[in-house]
């Protein structure tokens, strides 16, 4: 398990570095509705046990609350590719720490909210 957490670390860090290098201060961030859909999608898939580690869910968490700063600072480009980022790693570990199902679910409604940026 350490090797699948230490894999989607980098990209997870990487997440955080990237929102480190856009954000211009500190500012009061906009709900963006199909991101916090999926944050509770996140939670209900953890609290149901189809997201196996905790840690792994407040990593998933802190990457869409990334994605949502960069959506209310206007860096769409940059909140595409973490979300593709986010894709990448939910489905690299479906039926590892993600039950296939909510690896779907979770690929589907980033799918989704990608294509309406």
């Known amino acids: 398990m350490n090797r699948i957490l230490r894999s989607h670390t ?3 860090g990487t997440a955080l ?3 480190l290098l856009w954000s211009t201060g500190p500012s009061v ?3 963006y509705a199909p991101i916090d859909d999926l944050v ?3 939670n209900q ?3 149901s046990q189809q997201i196996l580690n ?3 869910a407040h990593d ?3 990457t869409l609350q990334t994605i949502g700063t960069m959506v209310d600072q206007g860096n769409k480009a940059v909140a595409t590719q973490l979300l593709t980022a986010f894709t990448q790693d939910v489905n690299a570990l ?3 720490l993600i039950t296939p199902s909510a690896a779907t679910q979770l690929a589907q409604k980033a799918a989704e909210t990608q294509s309406g940026l």
């Open 60 to 62: 998933l968490i802190s």
């Open 29 to 31: 961030a906009q709900a």
């Open 10 to 12: 980098a990209r997870l």
């Open 94 to 96: 479906s039926g590892d």
């Open 40 to 42: 509770d999608s996140v």
């Open 54 to 56: 905790e840690t792994l």
């Open 17 to 19: 570095f990237v929102f």
């Open 45 to 47: 898939l953890l609290q």
